[in-house]
């Protein structure tokens, strides 16, 4: 089995655990509402995309 010879020190491990990190998403304004929004993708709350309603709206929930 294999057994390392020497103890890693905690600055090492660290280091190297430095870049696993959860990223922050980007987020935009929608043009036609002014809510936030990810880019490149249809307004959740009005559905435009582009300046185009895309996705419609149900009122009844």
């Known amino acids: 089995m294999a057994v ?12 190297r655990r430095t870049h696993q990190k959860v990223a922050v ?19 959740p709350s009005c559905g435009a995309y582009k300046g185009i309603n ?3 709206k149900d009122d009844e929930e």
């Open 54 to 56: 895309v996705m419609t």
């Open 25 to 43: 998403p980007t987020i935009v304004v929608c043009p036609e509402c002014q809510e936030a929004k990810l880019p490149h993708a249809a307004c």
């Open 4 to 15: 390392p010879k020497k103890k890693m020190s905690k600055c090492r491990s660290r280091k």
